[in-house]
């Protein structure tokens, strides 16, 4: 008769486990039904309970930081930390040491979590794939990149635009180097056009909108204005390889397949849609 009360209660209030009886939290069935209304219930379960592949599974499948109440085996449970981390990338705090240096755990955790990285082994905070991964989740993930990849231009960008904060974790260098950045105009059946400015790895980084026969230089003001501050000198490239520099608007430069550059021409009478009609729009 107590079972069957309990079973009840557990059932509309997990945690009511919290009051039963060491017998009664022994049972598997109670748990389980108390697991599944409210994973937290785990913390009341016998320690043999708390190492029940079933019940921890499904535990850790509502809240990964539900690993914190698990039985020290299985939390060197590949298949069980995987679906903690995958439900909460911040429980590979609770993981075995081992699985800290497994790539593929890691790898799921900082997809969910970014800063799940900062508990990663140092070898796998030097991962480039990675740390990309982290920062495009949660850029401030910087701060726990070693400095290498904290001086990596495509790394920083990801991160700045994913939280501008982060740029204060980039290196001294990096912050002060001249960034490239792509403009690729979207074309929209109005006079409107949206112009994507991006990274060298294709990640938006800002956008301005304008029109067709906006002047070229009041768009690169406006992308100026909207790009993320102290990412360094930025230099603007058309799809074609021309190269703007904002800094002097009067200024064209044309980067040759073998690196010549050549200078003169001026793009400020250009309106939008003549600057990016030099080649279609992608």
């Known amino acids: 008769m107590v ?12 945690l009511s486990l919290r009051n039963a009886g060491a017998g009664l939290r022994a049972d598997k069935e109670i748990v389980l039904e108390a697991v599944k209304q409210n994973c937290h219930a785990l913390r009341y379960a016998v320690e043999a309970l ?32 995987l679906e903690a981390v995958k439900q909460n990338g911040l429980a590979l705090e ?31 905070q ?7 991964k982290a920062v495009q989740q949660c850029g401030v993930a910087l701060k726990d990149a070693v400095a290498d990849l904290r001086a990596d231009p495509e790394i920083v960008l990801a991160a700045v635009s994913q939280d501008r904060r982060s ?3 980039a290196t001294e260098a990096i912050r002060r180097s001249t960034r490239p950045l792509q403009l690729i105009v979207e074309q929209h059946p109005s006079t409107e056009v949206r112009v994507s400015c991006r990274g060298l790895s294709g990640v938006e980084v800002a956008f301005a ?4 026969d906006t002047p070229a230089e009041e768009l690169l003001s406006r992308v100026m204005d909207a790009l993320p501050a102290g990412l360094g000198r ?21 980067q040759l397949p073998d690196g010549t550059m050549l200078e003169g021409s001026t793009f400020a009478p250009l309106s939008v849609q003549e600057l990016f009609g030099l080649r279609p729009a992608k």
């Open 234 to 254: 930025p230099i603007l490239v058309l799809p074609d390889g021309i190269i703007l520099d904002p800094l002097g608007i009067g200024l064209l430069v044309l």
């Open 50 to 81: 708390q190492a029940d592949r079933d019940i921890v599974g499904v535990a850790v499948k509502q809240d990964g930081t539900t690993l914190d109440f698990v039985a020290e085996e299985l939390r060197a449970d590949r298949g069980i930390v």
């Open 209 to 212: 909108r304008c029109d067709f």
């Open 167 to 169: 740029l204060e974790y």
């Open 3 to 14: 079972k069957v009360t309990l079973l009840s209660d557990v059932k509309r209030d997990g």
């Open 126 to 132: 030097a991962d480039r794939e990675i740390v990309l």
């Open 94 to 124: 609770w993981a075995a040491a081992e699985l800290l240096a497994d790539r593929e755990i890691v790898f799921s955790a900082v997809s969910q979590n970014g800063l799940a990285l900062g508990i990663a082994v140092a070898e796998l």
